[in-house]
């Protein structure tokens, strides 16, 4: 079949953006960082750091974009509601309303937490703890550390990137794989229940109104979810190592 045409996308003014009468130019009313979310076009305010934040500074907590050209120090929190650019993480705490860029790499403790709703980029993550709406892209090497994506966590280098030690949580799908494998327990994978593909088409939800592309995902998973499978893996094919001790199981609603 012939696909369908495609629709103009009708753009908005956010904040710090105003729209001439004619809907076809937008202009920022002050400095800052464009930026895109769905729809919508805003300009973040920016602060810029020239230097590591430490006891020098204190804390950041911030309405726009920071950039940091140093690393943030050991006890010290960076909050922002867009964007965060810095060179490194030393045991700091770092969270966004955007993305989290770290060009060198986030050496932390358990007690370590970087958050970010939208991606979070490094070079190397080592005993940390990380937690992303979108995706955890990084460069060589995640070390004992905890990565849980809503979407993906990649390694960008392929066969010359490592993950040794922590869990590393990602979406829905793997935690199934894992099940069937017996190295991840039931109880921590989000429910299918196989009776909604019973429910009856006047029903709010029912199998009926969804798309086909969710109907070939839902259907199937629900089998697998009444059965749930289990292949038994030798000892050396196991991956107990990776679990952190006291954090086996995380549990759908966590």
């Known amino acids: 079949s012939r696909p369908k045409a495609g629709k103009d996308q009708v753009l908005t003014a956010g904040k710090n953006v105003q729209v001439s009468p004619d809907g076809t130019e937008f202009f920022a009313v002050t400095s800052g960082h464009v930026v895109m979310s769905g729809k919508s076009i805003r300009i973040d305010n920016i602060l810029e750091h020239k230097g590591s934040v430490n006891y020098e500074i204190g804390n950041i ?3 726009g974009t920071v950039i940091i050209h140093g690393s943030v120090e ?4 960076v909050r922002a509601t867009g964007d965060v650019f810095v060179e490194g993480i030393a045991r700091g705490f770092v969270e966004s309303g955007g993305n989290i860029v770290v060009e060198k790499g986030i050496l932390g403790t358990p007690d370590t937490y970087v958050r970010a709703a939208g991606d979070i980029t490094a070079k190397f993550v080592e005993n940390s703890n990380l937690f992303s709406e979108g995706n955890i892209l990084v460069t060589e090497a995640v070390l004992h550390s905890n990565l849980s994506a809503r ?5 960008r280098e392929g066969k010359r990137s490592v993950i040794l030690g922590g869990v590393t949580r990602a979406n829905t799908f793997t935690k199934l794989y894992l099940a069937v494998l017996g190295l991840y327990p039931w109880e921590g994978c989000p429910a299918v229940p196989p009776v909604i593909i019973l429910l009856p088409t006047w029903f709010y939800l029912n199998l009926y109104e969804m798309s086909s592309g969710s109907r070939a995902i839902l259907v199937p998973l629900s089998i697998v979810w009444a059965n749930k499978p289990r292949v038994e893996l030798p000892a050396r094919a196991r991956i107990d190592e990776l679990f952190v001790p006291g954090a086996e199981v995380r549990l759908p609603w966590d």
Not at 151 to 155: A, C, E
Request: proline share 0%; glycine share 8%.
């Open 61 to 63: 907590n911030f309405d």
């Open 74 to 77: 050991e006890g010290f929190v």
């Open 151 to 155: 979407h993906n966590v990649v390694l």
